[in-house]
């Protein structure tokens, strides 16, 4: 077996500090759990590696899609970790699946209905309780904005992490929204979604492209000023009334969708109901605590969910919360 693991910021070179940490953390976390396993992994030189000595770093030079088109038939699989933003992911996919390697992840089309909020919207909304969604084109954003009259949320349909989400309340603050997504995306419309009031969570899943298994309820840190909403860490677990019925319609939903493999994260709130806010088709940061706690090897159990094979039972130990700065910090609760 022959492993080529990139995460698409450490392997860019990208400087947002936020996204670096993240990127760094999930990248060390992947290849400690696979060093085993004649692991090698792609790095820029303005990156720092990770000190997991039995895995191959590769420093890139050139393009990364460059790159991986003359290069990725060398290996046997391939663990790409990258936003799905302006379909990033989707693309990677694609490349290297074109070039016949198996991923260790969601096929490409997967990837692209979970890279739109909105397909994965159109996809799951007679499956399983998803937030009313209206997808909303640059040119009608006058007709939509007399219609706000309460709590909304206006975000990119291809967004990561909280990025240019708002919420609205006046036809006014939906205008300045829309004009502020308007410059996070390339898509032609964005989406307008009712407010939902509750707490943002996120499944941890593994599945093998048929049957689908919880690892965890996640706690999301997120933060609310001046309508607009960020993303700062989350807790691993997080004990709720409802997680049961997160952890069933999570688990329902990754089934419902064709060609989702190993690793997924998904999002949602716990109101007076549990709605699906989205589904994330890649590792989370979660994963950087869940690797911790379980009592397998979580990265071989990725390699392993994509062959077919599930764990036989899921025991988590402790308790961790992370904050997302220019340093992903975990804290150890118990």
């Known amino acids: 077996m022959n492993i080529l693991v990139f995460e698409y910021a450490t392997s860019l070179?990208?400087?947002?500090?936020a996204l670096t940490a993240e990127g760094q953390a999930?990248?060390?976390?992947?290849t400690s759990d696979l060093k085993d396993l004649n692991t090698s992994f792609l790095i820029s030189k303005n990156s720092v590696s990770p000190k997991i000595s039995s895995c191959h770093p590769i420093v890139l030079k050139k393009d990364l899609e460059e790159w991986i088109d003359n290069n990725i038939s060398f290996y046997d699989f391939c663990l790409p970790i990258a936003p799905e933003e302006d379909f990033i992911l989707f693309k990677l996919t694609r490349l290297i699946e074109k070039n016949g390697v198996q991923v260790l992840g969601s096929s490409s089309d997967a990837v692209c209905t979970c890279s739109d909020k909105y397909l994965t919207y159109q996809a799951l909304k007679s499956k399983v309780p998803v937030i009313p969604t209206i997808k909303v084109l640059w040119d009608e954003i006058d007709n939509y904005a007399n219609t706000i009259s309460s709590k909304h949320v206006v975000k990119p349909a291809d967004g990561v992490s909280c990025s240019a989400v708002q919420v609205v309340d006046s036809p006014e603050s939906f205008i300045k929204a829309a004009e502020q997504v308007k410059n996070a995306t390339k898509l032609p419309y964005f989406l307008l979604?009712?407010?939902?009031?509750?707490?943002?969570?996120?499944?941890?899943?593994?599945?093998?492209?048929?049957?689908?298994i919880p690892l965890s309820l996640n706690k999301q840190n997120n933060i609310q000023k001046d309508g607009i909403i960020g993303y700062n860490g989350g807790k691993v677990p997080f004990n709720h009334t409802k997680e049961k019925k997160a952890k069933d319609i999570a688990k329902k939903a990754v089934e419902s969708l064709n060609g989702l493999k190993g690793y997924v994260g998904v999002d949602m709130i716990l109101g007076d109901e549990v709605y699906l806010v989205e589904i994330n088709s890649r590792i989370t940061t979660p994963y950087v605590a869940l690797r911790q706690m379980l009592n397998f090897n979580l990265?071989?159990?990725?390699?392993?969910?994509?062959?077919?094979?599930?764990?036989?039972e899921v025991k988590l130990e402790g308790e961790i919360e992370f904050h997302k700065n220019e340093n992903l910090q975990l804290k150890v609760i118990s």
């Open 26 to 30: 999930m990248l060390e976390g992947i």
């Open 13 to 17: 070179g990208v400087k947002d500090p």
């Open 193 to 212: 979604q009712d407010w939902v009031n509750g707490d943002s969570v996120s499944v941890s899943l593994l599945t093998n492209g048929k049957k689908a």
């Open 299 to 312: 990265g071989e159990a990725i390699v392993a969910s994509v062959n077919g094979y599930l764990p036989q």
